[in-house]
């Protein structure tokens, strides 16, 4: 992995993992849409190519952020859940919400904000642990559902 990242640089080393076009997207959608198999993401309306999803979440699991399981119910079918490297993307992510509200607003008039959003950038480290313990559960039920 070492030849992985461009340089020493912490900023430029995060990014060469999670700053393509698809690897927060895909976070996004199992953090905040319960998103977990294959088929999930490929009919997101986001529409990523399954080359490059295959491809996002491999790398995703190399580097430790998600896990592959097999699904209780069905063991042919794989789900993909955050581990708790993934999850200490959650301030990452709903500090680039914020900042989209503020700043991405003016070119994108038609973003959905949520009207917890107020309050989740108000209460940042209550609203960080509501949603880490959200997912949590959601990957509980998931992950034992017989």
């Known amino acids: ?30 953090l905040f849409e319960g998103k977990s198999t294959f088929k999930d993401f490929a009919q997101s309306p986001e529409s990523i190519a ?18 592959k399981q097999k699904l209780p119910t069905n063991r042919k079918t794989n789900i993909y859940t955050l581990n708790q490297r993934g999850l200490s993307l959650i301030p990452v992510l709903m500090e680039l919400t914020f900042w989209s509200k503020h700043e991405v607003i003016e070119f994108n008039p038609d973003l959905n904000l949520d009207e917890k959003l107020e309050w989740a950038e108000a209460n940042k480290e209550e609203a960080f642990k509501q949603v880490t313990d959200n997912y949590l ?9 017989k």
């Open 1 to 30: 992995m070492k030849n992985f990242f461009r340089c020493k640089c912490p900023i430029t080393s995060a990014l060469d993992i999670i700053g393509d076009k698809w690897s927060l997207v895909l976070i996004k959608q199992m």
């Open 137 to 145: 559960k959601h990957k509980e039920a998931l992950l034992n559902t």
């Open 50 to 67: 399954t080359n490059i999803l295959t491809t996002r979440l491999k790398m995703l699991e190399d580097f430790g952020i998600i896990e």
